[in-house]
């Protein structure tokens, strides 16, 4: 098998998230012309998704016991996943586009000498004090530095105008003082190894409290 692989682990995905993911699944498995003889009968997780389903609505009334026959649920949906995205994994042989066609998630092996991902899920929020913002974003790897910006002011095209460049050795929430209360700001982060820098993140606006 190729270091290019489908992954399956949803245990951690939100109901909403895990429910749409095992939908688009669904659809792909049922309408594959490669995926033709899975080892678990798709009507298997199709009665384990729809269960899943119900028990999420029904956990909405705040029972415990409802919500604990959820978690059972999701249990029993996202094991028999696992079970599909091994013959996934099996038929594909490493091949993206296949890995792609089965709506499982894919996960490639970083290549060694390669120059870092950008950052994503940049956040800002008020900080500890008025006039401070605490920022983070999830990190890209190891041995990496994040490059981290802030604009107060744009220009007439209405593009902010970066200030100082500050840098971090990792991704855990950190606060910056300093700011007008009320007033809008930008914030951009990218990620840099010895290989070079990622692109910066998309501009983030946030208005300070």
């Not at 692989?5 to 245990?11: D, E």
């Not at 995926?35 to 199709?46: A, D, G, K, S, V």
């Not at 269960?51 to 409802?66: L, T």
């Amino acid at each position: 098998m190729k270091y290019i692989r489908a992954k399956a682990n949803f245990i951690r995905y939100t109901d909403g998230k895990l429910l749409l993911r095992a939908s688009y699944i669904l659809s792909c498995m049922k309408n594959s012309t490669v995926f033709i003889n899975p080892t678990l009968p798709l009507p298997t997780i199709e009665d384990a998704y729809q269960d899943y389903q119900m028990k999420v609505i029904e956990a909405e009334s705040g029972s415990r016991e409802k919500k604990s026959y959820k978690r059972e649920s999701k249990r029993k949906l996202c094991e028999l996943l696992q079970q599909l995205v091994a013959y996934v994994n099996l038929v594909s042989d490493g091949k993206l586009s296949l890995l792609q066609s089965s709506g499982f998630p894919v996960l490639t092996r970083k290549r060694k000498g390669q120059v870092p991902d950008t950052p994503s899920a940049p956040f800002l929020c008020d900080g500890r004090t008025s006039g401070e913002v605490a920022f983070g974003f999830k990190p890209v790897g190891r041995d990496m530095f994040y490059d981290y910006r802030f604009a107060t002011e744009v220009d007439s095209y209405g593009l902010p105008q970066w200030g100082e460049i500050f840098y971090k050795t990792n991704s855990f929430r950190a606060y910056y003082s300093g700011f007008t209360p009320g007033h809008y700001i930008y914030f951009q982060v990218r990620a840099r190894n010895k290989h070079g820098q990622s692109h910066w993140t998309a501009p983030l606006l946030f208005m300070v409290g």
